[in-house]
């Protein structure tokens, strides 16, 4: 696996991954609890994602099954992804 780039942007991870197979499964699992289910690769893949999200200059990512990024989705994908990133306020601990 290629080392991680923490300077890299969402769509710079997406690309890297684009010819990896690395899909992932995103439904409900009940009424509740939402199901991201995938190969130790397509995880990887979602937390180098989160890594860029939480680095780059927007502050917000989409990926759906039905459009943008939909090759890294299952067939049996229900949901899509928006990963939002909060600004940290001063003297804010999380």
Known sequence: MEKLNLK?????????HATQNSKITVR?????MVLVEGTAQS???MGELFL???????????????GAG????TAESSHGLYIHRLEER????G
């Open 90 to 93: 001063k003297g804010d601990n």
């Open 28 to 32: 409900m699992l009940d009424d509740d």
């Open 43 to 45: 995880l990887e893949f």
């Open 52 to 66: 860029a999200i939480a680095q780059a200059k927007d502050t917000g990512f989409q990926l759906s099954p039905t």
């Open 70 to 73: 939909k090759l890294f989705f």
């Open 8 to 16: 890299s942007r969402p769509d710079d991870i997406c690309e890297q």
